[in-house]
């Protein structure tokens, strides 16, 4: 039994756990929920004031993580675009495809965007 399914198999240690050690590392849950909450930060500034993802694209994004979790998306080893091997982002062109991604490279990514900001009115 790996790390993953003794949580899942013991939740209640887990939330004991969590508690415990909470209470004797303030700082340092402090700092990770600091970091977090700055990692996020873009996610919560498009999204409208009170921070809340639009539901659709959370739930695509979420299926093409576990679909690649999975295995029934295989990520690339180079982007799409540039054929450059990078670290390499899931782009979604269509929402409603949550399986249909993209592995773009960062800066393709990034163009792709832009061209998708230039074309709406």
Do not use: T
């Amino acid at each position: 039994m790996n790390i993953k399914e003794w949580k899942a198999a013991n939740p209640e240690k887990m939330r004991e756990y969590r508690k415990r050690y909470n209470a004797a590392h303030p700082d340092r849950v402090r700092e990770s929920r600091r970091k977090d909450y700055h990692r996020h930060k873009s996610d919560r500034k498009r999204s409208g004031a009170r921070g809340i993802p639009d539901p659709v694209k959370q739930r695509a994004r979420w299926k093409a993580q576990r679909a690649r979790r999975d295995g029934k998306i295989v990520k690339p080893v180079a982007c799409e675009v540039c054929l450059r091997e990078r670290r390499l982002h899931m782009h979604h062109d269509d929402y409603s495809k949550p399986l249909v991604v993209a592995f773009l490279c960062v800066d393709c990514h990034a163009l792709r965007h832009r061209a998708l900001e230039e074309e709406k009115p």
